[in-house]
């Protein structure tokens, strides 16, 4: 049987590792307070970095920005008056004109017809538009609707000679079958009224009518304007 | 070192000493590193805020040659439509009587009447303060004019501005001047309901103008 006795102070006893602590202590610091200077130089050069970069940029922003903002503001101004045409052709295409159906007319009333009374009389008319489920809130200023226009034609006028019935009849169908004026009705133009003149007695009979006609309902609409990239 | 075998002064002292560390490392966090690591998280988001700003500016204005062109195209097209098409707030009725004699001398009319026919509804007004710009205004003219003539004065009204509207003709006949006719026409132009805002000094004026 063999005892080990251990007269060492364990104050005094020397650690029996291959390195001392010590060693490891001032290693451990040293390394730590290396890589941290390290890593601070090296965030100190990034912060230089980005601060002269920095500098640059707010350099270059100076002189861009006035630029910048007035192309912003001419950009803002260009599609407000893109807008503005558009709600101008919108008027334009909803309107007639009414010179070329004018000569039209004229050309196309027969010589034993004398119109008295032209009368062309627009409407402005809302349609109002369906309100879906989303739209509820829609705020009160809001137009639910959308404007058109549609106009109603009346034409008075006399017819003379033995078939003056036939001769209005037929300027009726003329009237309705018109190349210019068959796209702009709603329907074909009706005889209201066709009757004898009570004036006029003996000679060649003569008889009054009354043609009335209504055109197709035209949206004032805001058009897409024809040219121009946004 | 055995910190029981060390004396009360020393362990003090050790314990000062930590005392000390700790509270030079707080007071190197708070006083250096944090002020430093803020003013670096800053400046470098502030610089990519201003890249991506230049970016998109220059992106922005790489079109402006193009840009300016076409703003310059709308700009005389609108400044035209101000000067010519659209009825003045401001005494309407002056701007439009001056418009209808001169068109109606250039085709031999003359013109009687020019009076303004109210007949704004409703509908214009919340339209106005939605998105449009343009509501309209109806004048009716009273002349006595031949058929040739009426044809004459519809084409040129109807030319000097595309988007007038005429919403009514009337044409009676006169026993006495079979080819005279007495002419009633409402012509419908479109007014300023509200001038649009432009931000740009030069078109800014244009409204005002008309």
């Known amino acids: 049987m063999s005892i080990r006795v251990n007269l060492l102070n364990p104050s005094e006893a020397r650690r029996q590792g291959m390195v001392g602590v010590k060693f490891m202590v001032h290693i451990s610091l040293g390394t730590a307070v290396t890589l941290f200077a ?21 350099n270059i922003w100076e002189v861009r920005e006035p630029m910048y903002n007035s192309i912003l503001k001419m950009k803002e101004d260009l599609a407000t008056e893109k807008k503005f045409q558009q709600e101008l052709r919108g008027w334009q ?3 007639i004109e009414w010179k070329p159906l004018l000569i039209e007319l004229r050309n196309m009333c027969p010589p034993t017809v004398q119109l008295r009374r032209l009368s062309l009389r627009g409407e402005l008319f809302v349609k109002i538009q369906p309100v879906t489920g989303g739209e509820a809130a829609t705020p009160a200023s809001r137009p639910t609707g959308q404007p058109m226009r549609w106009y109603s034609i009346t034409l008075d006028g006399k017819a003379w000679g033995a078939q003056a019935e036939d001769v209005v009849v037929r300027f009726v ?29 003996g000679s060649e009979p003569v008889r009054v009518f009354s043609i009335g006609a209504q055109t197709k309902k035209r949206e004032i609409k805001e058009q897409k304007a024809p040219r121009g990239p946004q | 070192m ?27 966090y708070y006083f250096v590193l944090a002020p430093y690591f803020a003013r670096r998280s800053t400046s470098e988001s502030e610089l990519d805020s201003l890249r991506a700003k230049i970016a998109q500016a220059e992106s922005t204005m790489r079109g402006e040659a193009r840009l300016r062109a076409e703003f310059a195209l709308y700009t005389e097209e609108f400044g035209n439509a101000v000067t010519n098409y659209i009825v003045p ?4 009725l002056s701007w439009v009587t001056e418009k209808v004699y001169a068109n109606a001398r250039q085709v031999g009319v003359d013109v009687q009447t020019v009076a303004e026919v109210g007949s704004m509804s409703g509908y214009w007004e919340g339209a106005i303060k939605a998105d449009r710009t343009v509501k309209p205004y109806s004048v009716r003219i009273v002349t006595e004019c031949s058929y040739q003539q009426l044809i004459d004065l519809v084409e040129i009204l109807e030319k000097s501005n595309p988007a007038l509207c ?3 003709i009337t044409i009676s006949p006169q026993d006495m001047m079979p080819m005279r006719h007495v002419l009633n ?23 005002e103008g008309g």
């Open chain 1, 38 to 58: 390290f890593f601070s130089v090296l965030g100190y050069m990034r912060y230089q970095a980005a601060k002269r970069d920095l500098a640059a940029a707010r």
């Open chain 1, 93 to 95: 295409d909803s309107r």
């Open chain 1, 173 to 201: 169908r003329t009237f309705g079958n018109n190349s210019l004026f068959k796209p702009l009705f709603e329907t074909a133009p009706r005889l209201n009224s066709l009757q004898r003149e009570m004036s006029q007695e």
């Open chain 2, 2 to 28: 055995d910190w029981a075998s060390l004396s009360k002064e020393k362990k003090q002292a050790l314990l000062l000493i930590g005392l000390w560390v700790v509270g030079g490392l707080a007071a190197l």
């Open chain 2, 89 to 92: 707030m401001e005494n309407p």
């Open chain 2, 166 to 168: 005429i919403t009514e």
């Open chain 2, 185 to 207: 026409m409402t012509v419908e132009y479109p007014m300023w309901g509200r001038k649009p805002k432009l931000n740009m000094l030069e078109t800014n004026k244009a409204p």
